[in-house]
C-alpha cells in the first residue's frame, strides 16, 4: 500500500547520484580518499578528534565493547526503550544487559537514578540512547560514571548535530556511534561511524574494521605499504567510498535539513498541544536536537487502542511507526527480563508520526486532524 504522507522520506537528489557516479568513475570504489574525507568532515562538524566509517551502526556497537574491554559476564546498563541493537552489542561480547526504566513520559531517556539502582560489582558500563535526537541527561549520567569508574557508549543513532550544553551529542562519553541507515537523518543506504576523542580506541577501532590488518589496501594500491601483519582478530566493518561519496553530500545538507525539521516540529506542537489526550514528549525540550522523530504517547490508554488510531492513520494515508516495542519483551531476551513501568507504558502507548524535512505545514494539518478524529474512535 502507498501511503499519502510516508513516515520518512529520503532528501536524495542529483547530489547524492553524482557523488556516487563520480566514485564509481574514479575506479576506486571500496574503502579509500572518500571515505577519509567523509570521516574528517563528520569530526570537524562534531568537533571530535577521530571518527572512524564503518558498514552500519551496530557494527560500531560492536566495536566499542571490544574496545572498552567489555567481556563474558560484565555487565551494561541500556534502555529497553531502543532499537534491539544497542542492547544486541552488549550480547555479541557475552555481557549481560541489565535494562534501565525512562524518566518519564515527557523525557524518554535513561533515568540516571534508575541506573544508579542497577550498578553493581560487575557493572563495566553504561549505554545510553538519545532517544529521537533529545539528550540524555549527560551531566548526572557522566558523573555517575566517574562515580563507579564504569565506561559509557553513546548510542547517539539519532542525534548528528544534535547538542547538549554546547556539546554534540556521541562525543561526550568514551565513545560514540551513528547510523546511516536509509530513514536516518544522514543516509547512505546502509553505514555508521564511531567517534572518539580517545587516540588508544581510535586506533583499535581502525584495526578491527578491517580484520586486524596493519594496512588496507587503498594504502597498498598507492605504495605507502606493500605488505601487511595481522595484529588482532578483527572483522570486515569497513565503509566503501561509494557510500562516502553520498555521505559526504549528505554533510553538506544536514544544516538546513535541521532546520526544516525545527519547523515541522513547532507546526505540530501547534497544532496538538491543546489536545488533552496526548503527550508531546520533550515539548518544552530548548537544546539543538536532530528532530529524528515525531513520537507522541495516548494517556489513559491501551495496546489495543494505540493500534485502532494507528489504523485509522493508516485509512488516510498517513503511515505511522513506533519507536520502540520494548527490548526486554522480545523472545530474545526473556532472561534478562525486569520490570520497567514507565517503559511498558510508552511502548505500549506510543505512536511516531511522520517527520522529514520536506513535510508540509498542511501536511501536518492533515496528519493533527486525523490524528485528533483517530483519538475519539
Ligand atoms: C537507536 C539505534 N541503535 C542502533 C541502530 C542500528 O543501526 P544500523 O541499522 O546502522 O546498524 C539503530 C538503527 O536503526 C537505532 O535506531
Known amino acids: 500500500m502507498e501511503y499519502k504522507i510516508p513516515l520518512f522520506e529520503l532528501n536524495f537528489d542529483e547530489a547524492e547520484e553524482n557523488a556516487a557516479l563520480e566514485t564509481i568513475r574514479s575506479k576506486w570504489i571500496s574503502t579509500g580518499p572518500k571515505t577519509t574525507?567523509?570521516?574528517?568532515?563528520?569530526?570537524?562538524?562534531?568537533?571530535?578528534?577521530?571518527?572512524?566509517?564503518?558498514?552500519?551502526?551496530?557494527?560500531?556497537?560492536?566495536?566499542a565493547m571490544k574496545i572498552l574491554g567489555i567481556k563474558n559476564g560484565d555487565e551494561v546498563i541500556c534502555p529497553s526503550l531502543t532499537f534491539v541493537a544497542t542492547a544486541n552489542s552488549i550480547r555479541y561480547v557475552n555481557a549481560i544487559p541489565v535494562f534501565a526504566d525512562v524518566k518519564s513520559?515527557?523525557?524518554?531517556?535513561?533515568?540516571?537514578?534508575?541506573?544508579?539502582?542497577?550498578i553493581t560489582a560487575k557493572t563495566k558500563a553504561i549505554t545510553v540512547m538519545h532517544y529521537g535526537g533529545f539528550a540524555c541527561?549527560?551531566?548526572?549520567?557522566?558523573?555517575?560514571?566517574?562515580?563507579?569508574?564504569?565506561?559509557?557508549?553513546?548510542?547517539?543513532?539519532?542525534?548528528?548535530?544534535s547538542e547538549h550544553k554546547g556539546r554534540k551529542l556521541g562525543t561526550i562519553g568514551d565513545i560514540g556511534c551513528f547510523s546511516?541507515?536509509?530513514?536516518?537523518?544522514?543516509?547512505?543506504?546502509?553505514?555508521?561511524?564511531?567517534?572518539?576523542?580517545?587516540?588508544?580506541?581510535?586506533?583499535?577501532?581502525?584495526?578491527?574494521?578491517s580484520h586486524g590488518m596493519t594496512s588496507l589496501s587503498y594504502e597498498r594500491s598507492k605504495g605507502h605499504s606493500t605488505s601487511y601483519d595481522v595484529v588482532d582478530l578483527g572483522f570486515n566493518y569497513r565503509m566503501d567510498d561509494i557510500r562516502s561519496s553520498i555521505g559526504i553530500v549528505q554533510?553538506?545538507?544536514?544544516?538546513?535539513?535541521?532546520?526544516?525539521?525545527?519547523?515541522?516540529?513547532?507546526?505540530?506542537?501547534?497544532?496538538?498541544?491543546?489536545?488533552s489526550e496526548i503527550i508531546i514528549p520533550f515539548q518544552d525540550y530548548s537544546e539543538f536536537s536532530s528532530n529524528y522523530i515525531f513520537p507522541v504517547?495516548?494517556?489513559?490508554?491501551?495496546?489495543?487502542?494505540?493500534?485502532?488510531?494507528?489504523?485509522?492513520?493508516?485509512?488516510?494515508?498517513?503511515?505511522?511507526?513506533?519507536?520502540?516495542?520494548a527490548v526486554h519483551k522480545f523472545s530474545i531476551y526473556k532472561d534478562f527480563y525486569l520490570e520497567m513501568p514507565v517503559?511498558?507504558?510508552?511502548?505500549?502507548?506510543?505512536?511516531?508520526?511522520?517527520?522529514?524535512?520536506?513535510?508540509?505545514?498542511?501536511?501536518?494539518?492533515y496528519i493533527c486532524e486525523n490524528l485528533k478524529n483517530s483519538l475519539k474512535c
Open 37 to 63: 574525507e567523509f570521516e574528517n568532515k563528520f569530526s570537524s562538524m562534531l568537533n571530535v578528534k577521530h571518527s572512524v566509517a564503518l558498514s552500519n551502526c551496530t557494527v560500531a556497537l560492536h566495536l
Open 180 to 209: 546511516f541507515f536509509s530513514n536516518k537523518n544522514i543516509s547512505t543506504g546502509e553505514g555508521g561511524m564511531l567517534v572518539t576523542n580517545n587516540a588508544e580506541f581510535y586506533k583499535r577501532a581502525n584495526l578491527l574494521r
Open 137 to 161: 541527561d549527560m551531566d548526572s549520567i557522566m558523573a555517575i560514571a566517574k562515580k563507579y569508574n564504569l565506561e559509557v557508549i553513546e548510542d547517539a543513532c539519532h542525534g548528528p548535530l
Open 343 to 365: 517503559t511498558d507504558y510508552i511502548t505500549d502507548n506510543l505512536i511516531t508520526l511522520p517527520m522529514y524535512a520536506n513535510l508540509k505545514k498542511d501536511d501536518v494539518g
Open 251 to 275: 554533510l553538506d545538507k544536514i544544516e538546513t535539513d535541521l532546520k526544516n525539521r525545527a519547523e515541522v516540529r513547532k507546526f505540530y506542537i501547534k497544532e496538538l498541544s491543546e489536545i
Open 297 to 325: 504517547i495516548l494517556k489513559n490508554s491501551t495496546y489495543e487502542k494505540r493500534d485502532l488510531v494507528r489504523n485509522k492513520l493508516a485509512e488516510a494515508g498517513i503511515q505511522t511507526s513506533v519507536h520502540y516495542p
Open 105 to 118: 513520559y515527557d523525557d524518554l531517556t535513561l533515568d540516571p537514578e534508575d541506573i544508579e539502582r542497577k
